[in-house]
């Protein structure tokens, strides 16, 4: 009879480890998954970059929710014990870098919408962007990684820490064959003495990719 109640006491705290969000003191809100859900769908709700949620639950896997599991949502631009996310930092040189962690010039993060073929594991692809070149008040030219092909993404610039959304139209940039390129796109004219500029590309099919640059000439 012990032996049984401390198998079904086992089971209890196995089942609230699973179902009670971890960070809980970081999120923004919770949410409650419901059949059909997956991380990336999630994200766009409640716009939040499914990496920060992974991240804020500690999900070795993002591809494995459950229905009636508990997840803390970050506030956006935030993240959990265990994020590395775009974090804007400060330094004295304004130099470009390809890491996920901001520098001076800028970095980016996004997401790709997954696999929905019946019966695949969705996989995820993040495309992410530098600044490669600024000219003051003008214009600020990027280079792209792993964007996905023929896709016409949208130029929105806005204040620091909005990561772009509901920014400035700032021009198209249309992704031709994907992969890495390089685009040239206009400051608005509204924000041409804004001394630092959150820069966001989306297109309509729900890829996204943000990040921010000093609105200083380089190199």
């Not at 769908?41 to 459950?66: C, T």
């Not at 495309?127 to 964007?147: D, K, L």
Request: charged fraction near 5%; charge should be positive; proline fraction near 11%.
């Amino acid at each position: 009879m012990i032996k049984m109640l401390s198998v079904v006491v086992a089971a209890a705290v196995l089942a609230l480890a699973m179902f009670v969000p971890v960070g809980a003191q970081n999120c923004a809100s919770q949410y409650t998954v419901v059949a059909g859900d997956n991380l990336y769908r999630i994200g766009v709700r409640h716009n939040v970059p499914w990496p920060q949620i992974a991240s804020a639950n500690n999900l070795a896997n993002p591809n494995l929710i459950f229905v009636g599991q508990v997840l803390c949502i970050p506030t956006p631009g935030t993240a959990g014990p265990t994020a590395t996310g775009p974090t804007p930092t400060r330094t004295r040189t304004p130099a470009a870098t390809a890491t996920r962690t901001a520098t001076p010039a800028a970095t980016a993060a996004g997401t790709a919408a997954p696999s929905t073929t019946p019966g695949a594991v969705p996989t995820f692809a993040i495309p992410t962007f530098e600044i490669v070149g600024v000219q003051a008040g003008t214009s600020v030219t990027i280079r792209t990684a792993n964007f996905p092909a023929n896709q016409a993404f949208t130029a929105l610039m806005g204040p620091i820490g909005s990561m772009g959304v509901n920014g400035t139209p700032a021009g198209t940039v249309n992704s031709g064959a994907g992969g890495v390129f390089t685009a040239t796109i206009p400051i608005p004219a509204s924000m041409a003495t804004t001394p630092q500029i959150a820069l966001r590309l989306q297109s309509p099919a729900g890829y996204y990719s943000f990040g921010w640059f000093y609105n200083s000439t380089i190199p």
